[in-house]
Every structure is written in structure tokens, then in C-alpha cells.
């Protein structure tokens, strides 16, 4: 799948989050899109999940502008607060597969299983890992050709993260994109083929970690991009 955002910029009341951001996505694989705003990245995976529109300038899935039906390609979400809060994770996961006919049902069960999720949590009872665990099931359990986790890692213990990661590893398949926005830099070398670094709300620099050495690491590369 082809992502280009052409000259895109999104402003909230009056404040400008992207300027005028601009970069294309040709490959596939794992794709880190970092940055210390992450304001500026929750755009951007909004943006291109369809749950926003921009301010000014393009945005294309294969050359087409982006519609509704690339959304369906597009697994994303970004909280569950669009379920009622006396929901519990088993009502979720019968909603999802309601609105997604490749909502892949065994594949949730494995997947919560395997990160520990009780399908009898209510909604209103869930801490911020929680949540972020059960996003990531919900997400992977589709069959689509892009998968967009927005912070993975965020409010889980180091045990937890290193189940995630394993868990994004192992569902990673051929012909899929996974976009990644996380401030866990330390998983970055381990997880991504392709890092993007957005600053001032713009496109800064892209790597394809296939061409890197040893040295410099991501997290040399991040310390020189914003200190």
C-alpha cells in the first residue's frame, strides 16, 4: 500500500498541530513514527485512519484520495470510549466484530489469552495498560493490509512491554504495514524497518534501518533530531 501525505496541515482551535507535513509510504514492514509531541503523531494516525479530516492539503492511499473504503483496510482504534462505560471486554469484542466483517474471532481469543486479558473487565474498572492491551487485540484481530498502534507500551509494566512487542513480532506478515507511534525509543531497534521523525509538526528526517550500521542507534539518531 502507497501513503502519501501531501502539504498537510491540521489546526485546533486556531492552533496549528501539522504544517504543512509532507512524506510517502512505499514499503512494507514495521514503521516508526516518532516524536517528543505526541499530539503531533496522534494526528497524523488519525488523520490517516479517516477519524479526522485536515485542515489544508492531501491525503492518498494508493493514489486515490483517502474515502471511506480505504478506512476498511486501515485496522485503527484509537480508545474505547465510543462503548458504553457499563461495557464490559466481552461486549466490545462482539460490537467489533459487528462492525468489521474481517474481524477474525479466534485470533482475539488467542490474542487475550496470550496478554492476559479477562473478557469480564468492565469498561469503567480499566487502567491506561489495560486499555492499551486490549486495543492491541482488538487491532490485530482483523485481516487487513494496514495495522496503526498509537502508543502500544504506554501505562504497562517493562514485563508487559516485552510481551507486546513479542506479540507485534510474531503477528507481523508479509504483505502488511504496521505504523507505530511510541516513546519507548529502547524497543525501536528491535521492532522497525523504517523510522519517520515529525518535529514541528512537519516530516524531519526518515530512515530505512536496513542501510544503518551498528551505530548510530535510534536512540542516537533521536537525541540528535530534538535536543
Known amino acids: ?48 485512519s479517516g477519524t479526522i479530516l485536515p485542515s489544508s492539503g492531501k491525503i492518498q492511499i494508493d493514489y486515490q484520495p483517502l474515502q471511506y473504503h480505504h478506512r476498511q483496510q486501515i485496522a485503527y482504534i484509537d480508545n474505547l470510549r465510543m462503548f458504553p462505560s457499563d461495557s464490559d471486554v466481552r461486549a466490545v469484542i462482539q460490537t467489533y466484530q459487528v462492525l468489521f466483517p474481517d474481524f477474525d474471532r479466534k485470533r482475539c481469543r488467542q490474542l487475550c489469552e496470550q496478554l492476559a486479558i479477562d473478557l469480564a473487565w468492565p469498561l469503567s474498572s480499566l487502567t491506561r495498560g489495560m486499555e492499551a492491551s486490549i486495543l492491541i487485540a482488538l487491532t490485530l484481530s482483523r485481516k487487513t493490509r494496514v495495522y496503526v498502534f498509537n502508543e502500544p507500551f504506554g501505562g504497562v509494566d517493562f514485563l508487559s512491554r516485552e510481551r507486546i512487542l513479542a506479540i507485534l513480532q510474531r503477528y507481523r506478515e508479509k504483505h502488511t504495514t504496521f505504523i507505530v507511534s511510541t516513546n519507548h525509543i529502547e524497543l525501536a531497534q528491535q521492532l522497525f524497518d523504517h523510522v519517520i521523525f515529525i518535529k514541528n509538526g512537519k516530516m524531519y528526517r526518515e530512515y530505512q534501518l536496513q542501510h544503518w550500521e551498528e551505530t548510530p542507534t535510534i536512540i542516537d539518531k533521536y537525541r540528535e533530531v530534538y535536543e
Open 1 to 48: 500500500m502507497n501513503i502519501k501525505f501531501e502539504a498537510v496541515s491540521k489546526k485546533v482551535y486556531h492552533k496549528t498541530i501539522l504544517d504543512k507535513c509532507s512524506f510517502m509510504l512505499e514499503m512494507q514492514g514495521v514503521i516508526g513514527l516518532l516524536g517528543p509531541n505526541s499530539l503531533e503523531t496522534t494526528t497524523i494516525l488519525r488523520l490517516l
